[in-house]
């Protein structure tokens, strides 16, 4: 895929969750829609391989998700500076510049990203079991700082714990992000996805966090049998 398709679509992406969120409430759920109606079959099995790999295997991987995850950010980062700072038109230079500069900077400081990885999974954990619950949204920032700070206290604690986590989560994320989009593409359940989605709140959360937990018990196991891995 063209590299300047991606940061024109990370902009427009930036921009599409900041209307999200002024307009349509804190969850931005129609953004997360929007993604997984664009996915075509392809994308999706590709989506679904690609996050059961990182689901089963990331602890593996997670030097390489580390860097794409830090890169990612930079690049969203950027290309957001860039639009405050001089406009529209310097934003696919901007998400370049933060693309390489945190991409970088995410190898000599592996511990601390993925502490910082781990406390942002604990925050995307709790802030969806808030969600699901049904509490009031607008305070949903107070559910996600328990989890920022139980998942960064984590990461202090055992640091392949927040490695398991941020992967796991992540995983869980491109895997449900690719079947829901393949049961989109089927017309006997597209209805009922579109009503999950956006009318049960528990759905989402539940969707997410049980491949999460199911992961990391996996990794558990695998990183207890593999003598050779270290951070």
Same mark, same amino acid.
């Given at each position: 895929?063209?590299?300047?398709?991606?940061?024109?679509?990370?902009?427009?992406?930036?921009?599409?969750?900041?209307?999200?969120?002024?307009?349509?409430?804190?969850?931005?759920?129609?953004?997360?829609?929007?993604?997984?109606?664009?996915?075509?079959?392809?994308?999706?099995?590709?989506?679904?391989?690609?996050?059961?790999?990182?689901?089963?295997?990331?602890?593996?991987?997670?030097?390489?998700?580390?860097?794409?995850?830090?890169?990612?950010?930079?690049?969203?980062?950027?290309?957001?500076?860039?639009?405050?700072?001089?406009?529209?038109?310097?934003?696919?230079?901007?998400?370049? +510049?933060? /693309?390489?500069?945190?991409?970088? #900077?995410?190898?000599? !400081?592996?511990?601390? &990203?993925?502490? @910082?990885? *781990?406390? %942002?999974?604990?925050?995307?954990?709790?802030?969806?079991?808030?969600?699901?619950?049904?509490?009031?949204?607008?305070?949903?920032?107070?559910?996600?700082?328990?989890?920022?700070?139980?998942?960064?206290?984590?990461?202090? +604690?055992? /640091?392949?714990?927040?490695?398991? #986590?941020?992967?796991? !989560?992540?995983?869980? &994320?491109?895997? @449900?992000? *690719?079947? %829901?989009?393949?049961?989109?593409?089927?017309?006997?359940?597209?209805?009922?996805?579109?009503?999950?989605?956006?009318?049960?709140?528990?759905?989402?959360?539940?969707?997410?966090?049980?491949?999460?937990?199911?992961?990391? +018990?996996?990794?558990?196991?695998?990183?207890?049998?593999?003598?050779?891995?270290?951070?």
């Amino acid at each position: 895929m063209n590299p300047l398709y991606i940061l024109a679509e990370t902009a427009q992406t930036t921009e599409t969750a900041q209307t999200a969120a002024q307009t349509e409430g804190i969850v931005p759920i129609d953004l997360f829609w929007e993604q997984i109606t664009s996915l075509s079959l392809p994308e999706a099995l590709t989506f679904i391989a690609f996050g059961a790999v990182c689901l089963m295997y990331g602890w593996r991987l997670f030097k390489t998700l580390v860097v794409i995850s830090f890169a990612l950010l930079g690049m969203a980062g950027g290309a957001l500076a860039a639009q405050k700072i001089s406009g529209s038109n310097h934003q696919i230079l901007g998400g370049i +510049i933060g /693309l390489v500069l945190i991409g970088a #900077l995410a190898l000599p !400081l592996m511990k601390w &990203a993925v502490s @910082i990885l *781990g406390a %942002l999974a604990g925050g995307v954990v709790t802030s969806g079991l808030w969600y699901a619950v049904e509490l009031p949204e607008k305070y949903i920032w107070a559910g996600s700082l328990i989890g920022i700070v139980a998942g960064g206290m984590i990461a202090f +604690i055992a /640091l392949k714990w927040a490695v398991m #986590l941020f992967s796991c !989560l992540g995983g869980s &994320a491109i895997l @449900i992000t *690719g079947f %829901l989009a393949l049961f989109y593409l089927w017309p006997d359940t597209q209805l009922n996805v579109q009503r999950l989605v956006f009318e049960e709140n528990w759905f989402l959360p539940v969707a997410l966090i049980v491949p999460t937990a199911f992961g990391f +018990i996996l990794q558990h196991k695998f990183i207890k049998r593999s003598a050779e891995w270290r951070l």
